[in-house]
């Protein structure tokens, strides 16, 4: 038997076969997942429907975070065509461009608003509306974060302070949800070339940096990341819960 057999998994994320979301989805397919897929505008459903029918999904779905009525829209949806939900997938970040680049310090209210909104609190809209869904299924819950909310990394900026928020959500919503048996991790990726990643300046050194220092001295694929989420959403990680998971090479544990 699969290892997703029979599991039901809504997906947040995808923008084109290069997201983290996508390497996530590939791997639940394989694995025997039925999957609903959201998009955040027409323009980006323009990639994410072909991908999405090309795995056979039934459900694809607008979904700015942003919008309260669009995310009660898809879980609405969810319920009516699937009953239940067993798995979640947040693989979304947003910041303006110029808060990416510009010194921390000059970072807007406007722009910290934006970023911690689309980037930590759409979390918290997604897992409170999953929850009712997932109850008496051992739900779990997954969403992508990076080291910037550890240790500064230059240009990465209100990022990493959104990533800290969102990183110390999980910890409050894996405390909230366990009750109902539903777990809620984080995956903390190395850099991948990603339509969010073009958004980061001298982005390519930051891939350099870690292939010279990681331990493995290598960047990581997506797969990797996509197989980690399967550990986590499956009977794999039944008693993990809170986490924030690296899956970068290593680079994380190194001091100088
Ligand atoms: P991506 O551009 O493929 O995915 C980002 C997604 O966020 C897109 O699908 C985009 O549509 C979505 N999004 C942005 N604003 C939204 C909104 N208002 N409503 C709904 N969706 C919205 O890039 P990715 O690198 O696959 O990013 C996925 C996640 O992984 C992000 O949280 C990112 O921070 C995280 N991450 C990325 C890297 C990396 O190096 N690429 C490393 C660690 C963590």
Redesign the pocket.
Known sequence: MKLLEGKRAAI?????D????WAISEAFHAEGAELAF???GEI?EKRVRPLAEGIGSKIILP????KDEEVEKVFATLKQKWGGLDILVH????ANKEDLSNPYAQTSRAGFHLAMD??AY?LVALAQRAAPLMEERNGSIV????MGSEKVIPNYNV?GVA?AALEASVRYLAHDLGPKGIRVNAI??????????AGISDFKSMLHHVAERAPLKRNIGAEEVGKTALYLCSDWGSAVTGEVVHVDAGYNIMGM
């Not at 693989?91 to 947003?94: L, M, W």
């Not at 969403?143 to 990076?146: G, H, K, Q, R």
């Open positions: 947040f994320g995808v923008a084109n290069r997201s983290i979301a959201t998009y955040a980006l979904c700015d975070v942003t693989a979304i970040a947003f689309v980037s759409s969403t992508l974060t990076y990022m990533k903390s990726a190395g850099p991948l070339r990603t339509l969010a990643a």
